[in-house]
Nanobody, 114 residues
Framework: QVQLVESGGGLVQPGGSLRLSCAAS????????MGWYRHAPGKQRELVAA???????NYADSVEGRFTISRDNAKNTVYPRMNGLKPGNATVYYC????????WGQGTQVAVSS
């Protein structure tokens, strides 16, 4: 099993930036991909950004060019950085680890408001 602990959410003004983090523990050697998903009320959970163990990245079209994701394998942590935040980006973000199963973090709230 893999356990995930997220941090870094909060309130930011439109156009501002946030850096989230997700630390993995447990069976970390089995992880292939770590990513972040957003889950807005009334909508399905959707991928925002993901990074493989080898460093390949994948972004949702809506955040391409504004969001980046990096990975510190020594710390078993991934860091999505969100720039140019818009009110539409406000929701709960969840960290995900894919291996033989899926593990999810508890979620962290991002609010965008002036």
């Amino acid at each position: 099993q893999v356990q995930l602990v997220e941090s870094g959410g909060g309130l930011v003004q439109p156009g501002g930036s946030l850096r989230l983090s997700c630390a993995a523990s447990g069976s970390i050697s089995k992880i292939n991909v770590m990513g972040w998903y957003r889950h807005a009320p009334g909508k399905q959970r959707e991928l925002v950004a993901a990074i493989t163990t080898g460093g390949s990245r994948n972004y949702a079209d809506s955040v391409e060019g504004r969001f980046t994701i990096s990975r510190d394998n020594a710390k078993n942590t991934v860091y999505p950085r969100m720039n140019g935040l818009k009110p539409g980006n406000a929701t709960v973000y969840y960290c995900n680890a894919q291996y033989t199963e899926d593990s999810w973090g508890q979620g962290t709230q991002v609010a965008v408001s002036s």
